[in-house]
Nanobody, 126 residues
Framework: QVQLVESGGGSVQAGDSLTLSCAVS????????MAWFRQAPGMERTLVAA????????NYADSVKGRFTISRDNAKNTVYLQMNGLKPEDTAVYYC???????????????????WGQGTQVTVSS
């Protein structure tokens, strides 16, 4: 019932910035913890960033700390991933995910997330 639709992916050069958006419908957005995962060809799907229902706390992969920022606008039922200083190794399909289970901490494992978007491609060239 919950639908997640990503947008904002594209092809950019190293050092550029890009902002991804994930629009959520079919559920109560404020009840969902949200996350961004990414998967490169032949690689495992890994966490990029996650955000709690209230917006605090957040979790980031070590590789993106200081460069990426996850945020949410509960009034717009949308979560964002602002990506600055993009590197070729950031190239991947980026997926939006939602966790409906109320937790005391933001989940980092993909297996606990209940809903997934179709993904949006981010390609960074040097």
């Amino acid at each position: 019932q919950v639908q997640l639709v990503e947008s904002g992916g594209g092809s950019v050069q190293a050092g550029d910035s890009l902002t991804l958006s994930c629009a959520v419908s079919g559920g109560t957005f404020s009840r969902l913890a949200m996350a961004w995962f990414r998967q490169a060809p032949g690689m495992e799907r890994t966490l990029v960033a996650a955000i709690s229902r209230s917006g605090i706390p957040t979790n980031y992969a070590d590789s993106v700390k200081g460069r990426f920022t996850i945020s949410r606008d509960n009034a717009k039922n949308t979560v964002y991933l602002q990506m600055n200083g993009l590197k070729p190794e950031d190239t991947a399909v980026y997926y939006c995910a939602a966790d409906q289970t109320i937790r005391l901490a933001v989940a980092t494992a993909a297996s606990v997330y209940d809903y997934w978007g179709q993904g949006t491609q981010v390609t960074v060239s040097s």
